[in-house]
C-alpha cells in the first residue's frame, strides 16, 4: 500500500476517534459481588439550584433501573443510589485541525501536513454533571458513574439530554469485570 495512503488512513482513524463522544467515567468496588443485588431504593434527591432537573434525574434513574429488572423495594434494599448535580460554565469551543495532503508533479511526489487553530468563537454554554453513586446498605460506596451534557435552556432538550446522560451512566451498571 502507498505509503501517503497509510498515513492518510491514520489521520482519519484519529479524527474519528477524536469526534466520537467520550463515554462516561465509572469506577466500582473490585471486590463487590454485584451479581446479588435485585432490590434499590433511590435516597433523597440532593438540594440544588435546578430543583426541577434534580427531580427528572432521580426518576430517571428509578426507571432506568427498573428497566433493567432491579425492583425499587424500599423496605430491604440491596443498594442505595443517590447522585449529586452539578451545572458550570462549558468553555466556548475552539477547534483545532490537521490537514494532511499528498501530489505529484511531474515524476515528483510529495506530502504536506498542516496544522490549523481557531480562536474561541460562539456564545458560552452551560453543562450540567451527574454523578449517580450506589451504596451497600451499610452506606458503603460500591459503584459511581458521572457523564455531563450540554444545554442552553431548559424544557425538552435539557429532558431528553439528561435522560441520554442518565442512560450512558446507567449502562456501565452493574459492571462486568474483565474476563482473564
Do not use: H
Not at 115 to 120: I, N, Y
Not at 138 to 151: C, H, P
Amino acid at each position: 500500500m502507498n505509503p501517503s495512503r497509510i498515513i492518510a488512513l491514520l489521520f482519519g482513524t484519529l479524527l474519528l476517534a477524536a469526534c466520537a463522544g467520550t463515554p462516561p467515567r465509572t469506577d466500582y468496588n473490585v471486590d463487590f459481588n454485584f451479581s446479588k443485588l435485585e432490590n434499590f431504593t433511590m435516597l433523597p434527591a440532593p438540594i440544588t439550584d435546578d430543583p426541577i432537573s434534580a427531580e427528572r434525574i432521580s426518576n430517571q434513574i428509578s426507571r432506568d433501573l427498573t428497566s433493567k429488572g432491579f425492583k425499587d423495594y424500599p423496605r430491604a434494599p440491596d443498594f442505595l443510589v443517590g447522585f449529586d448535580l452539578a451545572t458550570q460554565d462549558k468553555p466556548k469551543d475552539s477547534n483545532v485541525s490537521i490537514g494532511l495532503g499528498t501530489g505529484t508533479w511531474g515524476s515528483n511526489g510529495g506530502i504536506s501536513l498542516g496544522t490549523a487553530v481557531d480562536l474561541p468563537t460562539g456564545k458560552d454554554t452551560k453543562e450540567q454533571i451527574i454523578d449517580i453513586r450506589i451504596y451497600d446498605p451499610s452506606r458503603r460506596l460500591i459503584w459511581r458513574g458521572t457523564d455531563s451534557y450540554d444545554f442552553s435552556s431548559g424544557g425538552d432538550k435539557k429532558a431528553q439530554a439528561a435522560q441520554k446522560a442518565v442512560a450512558n451512566i446507567l449502562a456501565q451498571f452493574p459492571p462486568q469485570p474483565a474476563k482473564q
